[in-house]
């Protein structure tokens, strides 16, 4: 173990495993809003994620971007941002739409044991990330450099660069305006109560496949901007790295306590700055499996995660 | 459609009642007859036969020992899914663990200089797998059902970073020579050689075999019954004096047994073990065979793990309008389970229990109770 | 655990009726001293102190949401008691696991139907039968006689549980498939497929009409008449002043009487208890 290294860089590590950290939680949003609502692991989420990335590397290759390009000036980089992460959440939540009604509905319809929605996701994963593989023959696809990765401020000797500050910045505002959204308004009632209690939720009148696909739609958009922030702060990008990336995600979910928004964050910013602190201690090829040891040491101590698991009792 | 449907539908079910009321040495005959066939089916004097069934783009023996290798792990697989209900998504795992056992006690490139022959390490390497299999049940088996998927899905990628990264496993570059089983012809040469496949399969076949009597037996017992319990209504079972714990762990402990045995054959087949073997798709596959040939029925089971394998292995070396569809074998793979699952949930060979009719389950496993 | 206790093979031999045996030579079966359950601020069970004498039919009644079934789950080992203990033929069970106290001798139905649905009727009882077989997973393996001992014993005990119960014939049948009525009989088999000393009923006659609900007096009747005590929790109140020797009252977690089932009717605080509950006969 390599204490000095840790030590020596501490809030580097710090501010990396925020940075990935962030992602992570955007992703694990939709792993818990669904499993919220509909007590599922949606499996294909990853693919969904894996849409959205490709999506804004191939909108910003309409609008003239490749990956050597480099954007410059506040005006423009607002602008690609905000280009790319639309076309990524429509992407991401279309993707999601499709699986919702393709795998899921059917099924739900016929009311088909848990193992087969799994399988259907597991099948629709496979599909859709193989479909990408085969489009990109699978080679990795070059993102342009939206925004430079300058480094903007020092804290507590730690550099935070233009890109970290973006990813964790957004992600915080996105987590937000979601919790608001919830908590607040009235399709976030529904959702509440859907999720408490599917049955009674449509005896009050809720339309509950409406619910469950404003749900998939929700979660899509989160996890297409969390694939745009992946494509800026990697550059690069691989038809297969939702698997593992998804994973992970589900794993920042259960960690916080699935079905529960707030944890997803939690678990998310948790999960990635084990990770770094780990890669640092055992070396980058370990951190994977710190993760995992981290998720069954304390779910035997807290088997409903951190947080517990509530979306329908309105974590606040 | 429908009406399509409904007929098939029911001439399914009147071969399974017709084959349940078959007297029994009828039941035997045919039984004996898939046996002799599959025995067979490696000898190009018979298969040529079959028209489009044996693979084409490569050795027809080779592709059946790959297709047996997933029906023993599906078989194994099911004994934790399907009987017992819980939710493994690391069962390749287990697998690795077989292999690598037997891979660092007889290879040569092996710190451990041990040399072992294949059928020494074979037993130790069972024994590790059933070991590793109690040491990942005892701590997760009290978690839930989606838990325990997730911990079990890390399980197997804990295995593979080990695997990769860890010097003493020797990642990309793995091991080489491990032995073969022992055993040779009457005139010296050995049985299991580099070149012909045929006597592996029919290893495998012949192991198939006896595990599939062991499960069976296990399933019509206070063992089997303790764990379909457990599936049903964990708490249930439990008030039920069901140690259900105990049981579970038992699950594991046999699935893991069974991994462990494909793991050490495939490593005795091929020679050589390395990371680049242990694909998280892999358990992926097999929990998905087990679910299409249908869960809990250990007919299905071998249906299905044969089909999938079958499936993927088919699509080598065809080409169809210029594009090599081996590229595409997982996509189609992929589709497959989607349209399968939604027209028929319940996998191809349900359960006999279940197939009366399939109504919706409380029991939690991905749908949390 | 390992000691070997008489325990009374049900329908097989007729024990005498123990019911009216006197207050001294009564032998306490379960003890309930003074338990406490709090589910975090909310308390469930309030100082709950009963006994139950072998041999007896006793009814724990009371208005919806008065803890019974809360009460069994703390006897059963679903839940740990936050004050006091639970004694079971003088043993302490709280803190043993759930199948241990079964194995002890007690066995409990449930409010609502918890079969194994797609299981046999026969393979459920054989599950309750199995509570005390030994068949490892080596002896079923490789199917040692004690296997086949145990089998037969499982199968012999499910022919003669569902003669009992008064369903044969369904042996062959998914649980699921049964009707409401039989389902209740199965899981009564079941119970009693484990060699209870105790029997806990959890509602057994809910949806049952008058007829349906006399077969069952009878059927409870014949149970204890088997030398089985029985613990009652019902809604219907002359079902229980019917078949009970004694009556336990709770409301909300606290317990308000106990005793004999005329003495019970005639108690001003279980009448105003009941009063509330519009459909209930008890004035």
């Known amino acids: 173990m390599d204490f000095n290294a840790l030590f020596s860089d501490f809030g580097g590590y710090t501010i990396t495993g925020l940075t990935v950290g962030a992602i992570y939680a955007l992703v694990a949003l939709g792993y818990t809003l669904v499993y919220g609502v509909l007590r599922l692991i949606n499996f294909a989420h990853s693919e969904v994620f894996i849409a959205g990335a490709f999506a804004a590397i191939w909108g910003w290759a309409a609008f003239g971007l490749d990956r050597d390009s480099v954007v410059s000036g506040f005006g423009s980089i607002m602008l690609y941002l905000l280009v790319g992460a639309l076309i990524a959440a429509v992407a991401s939540a279309g993707t999601a739409t499709v699986i919702e009604r393709v795998a899921y509905r059917p099924l739900r319809k016929r009311n088909a044991p848990p193992l087969a929605f799994l399988i259907t996701a597991i099948g629709a994963s496979i599909a859709i990330a193989e479909a990408f593989g085969i489009y990109t023959r699978r080679l990795p696809v070059g993102a342009p450099t939206v925004v430079k990765n300058d480094v903007l401020f020092t804290v507590f000797g730690a550099d935070v660069t233009a890109v970290q500050l973006l990813v964790i910045g957004s992600a915080l505002a996105m987590m937000v305006a979601l919790d608001l959204f919830i908590n607040r308004s009235r399709v976030g009632r529904g959702i509440r109560a859907v999720a408490q209690d599917q049955n009674t939720a449509a005896l009050m009148g809720i339309n509950k496949d409406r619910i469950i696909l404003i749900v998939f739609i929700i979660g899509g958009a989160m996890a297409g901007v969390a694939g745009m922030l992946y494509d800026i702060r990697i550059g690069t990008l691989t038809y297969s790295v939702g698997f593992l990336l998804g994973l992970k995600a589900f794993t920042a979910a259960v960690l916080g306590g699935i079905g529960n928004l707030r944890g997803a964050l939690i678990g998310g910013l948790l999960l990635g700055l084990v990770e770094n602190y780990a890669s640092a201690l055992f070396g980058a090829n370990w951190k994977d499996l710190v993760a995992f040891v981290v998720l069954v040491v304390l779910l035997m101590f807290r088997p409903t995660g951190l947080l517990g698991e509530s979306l329908g009792r309105a974590r606040a | ?369 | 655990m390992g000691e070997t206790v008489q325990k009374p093979t049900v329908p097989e031999q007729a024990g005498p009726p123990a019911a009216e045996s006197t207050a001294a030579t009564r032998e306490p079966l379960l003890e309930v001293d003074h338990v406490t359950l709090r589910f975090g601020g909310v308390v469930a069970l309030n100082d709950v102190d009963f006994t139950l004498y072998k041999g007896e039919i006793l009814g724990l009644i009371g208005p919806n949401g008065a803890g019974k079934t809360t009460c069994f789950n703390a006897m059963t080992g679903i839940y740990q008691p936050s004050e006091g203990e639970i004694r079971f033929r003088g043993e302490r069970i709280t803190g043993k696991k759930k199948h241990q106290i079964t194995k002890l001798g007690m066995a409990r139905t449930f409010q609502n139907i918890r079969l194994f649905p797609e299981m046999t009727a026969l393979e459920n009882i054989q599950v309750g039968a199995d509570a005390h077989h030994k068949t490892s997973v080596l002896s079923a393996l490789f199917r040692l006689p004690r296997h086949h001992r145990e089998e037969r014993d499982g199968r012999e005990k499910a022919e003669r549980l569902l003669d009992f119960v008064g369903i044969p014939g369904r042996m062959h049948d998914l649980a699921r498939n049964l009707s409401y009525g039989e389902q209740r009989r199965l899981e009564i088999a079941r119970a009693l497929a484990t060699d209870p000393v105790l029997l806990c009923l959890d509602e057994p006659a809910a949806g049952f009409n008058p007829a349906e609900k006399e077969e069952l007096l009878q059927l409870i009747r014949k149970i204890r008449d088997q030398g089985v005590t029985v613990l009652l929790i019902e809604h219907d109140m002359r079902l229980v002043m019917g078949v009970t020797d004694r009556i336990v009252v709770l409301e909300f977690g606290k317990k308000i009487a106990d005793g004999l089932p005329a003495e019970v009717r005639e108690d001003h605080r279980v009448i105003a208890a009941y009063l509330g509950v519009p459909d209930d006969d008890v004035a």
């Open chain 2, 1 to 369: 459609m429908t009406s399509v449907r409904e007929w098939i539908y029911s001439g399914r079910h009147a071969v399974s009642e017709r084959w349940h009321h078959a007297p029994r040495w009828m039941r035997w005959a045919v039984i004996a007859a898939v046996i002799v066939f599959f025995y067979a089916l490696p000898n190009r004097e018979f298969y040529q036969w079959l028209g489009p069934i044996p693979t084409t783009g490569s050795n027809f023996g080779q592709v059946l020992f790959t297709i047996s290798i997933y029906v023993l792990l599906a078989v194994g697989l099911n004994i934790v899914v399907g009987f017992a209900g819980l939710l493994d998504l690391g069962y390749f795992g287990f697998f690795a663990v077989g292999a690598y056992t037997v891979a660092v006690l007889t290879s040569p490139s092996s710190d451990l200089k041990t040399l072992w022959p294949w059928l020494l390490a074979l037993p130790v390497a069972l024994v590790l797998t059933m070991i590793s299999g109690v040491m990942l049940g005892t701590p997760t088996l009290r978690l839930r059902g989606d838990y325990l998927a997730i911990v079990t899905l890390g399980f197997a990628e804990m295995i593979r970073v080990a695997a990769t990264s860890s010097e003493f496993l020797k990642g990309q570059r793995g091991f080489n020579q491990i032995p073969h089983p022992p055993g040779s012809y009457a005139d010296g040469k050995p049985i299991f050689g580099v070149l012909d496949p045929r006597p592996y399969y029919w290893l495998v076949l012949t192991l198939i075999i006896l595990v599939v009597i062991g499960v069976r037996n296990l399933n019509r017992s206070r063992v089997g019954r303790a764990w379909i319990s457990i599936r049903e209504d964990e708490d249930a079972a439990q008030l039920m004096g069901v140690p259900t714990f105990k049981f579970k762990l038992w699950a594991f402990a046999s699935g893991a047994f069974i991994g462990g045995l494909a793991g050490a054959l495939f490593a005795g087949k091929q020679n050589f073990v390395s990371s680049q073997n242990l694909e998280l798709l892999n358990s992926i596959i097999i929990l998905a065979a087990v679910i299409l040939g249908g869960s809990g029925n250990i007919v299905g089971a071998i249906v299905g793990g044969g089909l999938v394998a079958y499936m993927i292995e088919r699509f080598r070396g065809i080409e169809l309008l210029g594009i090599q569809l081996y590229e595409y074998r997982f996509m189609f793979f992929g589709l497959v389970l989607v349209v399968m699952m939604i027209f028929r949930p319940q996998g191809l060979i349900p359960n006999r229990r279940r197939a009366a009719e399939f109504k919706d389950r409380r029991k939690e496993v991905i749908v949390g109770g």
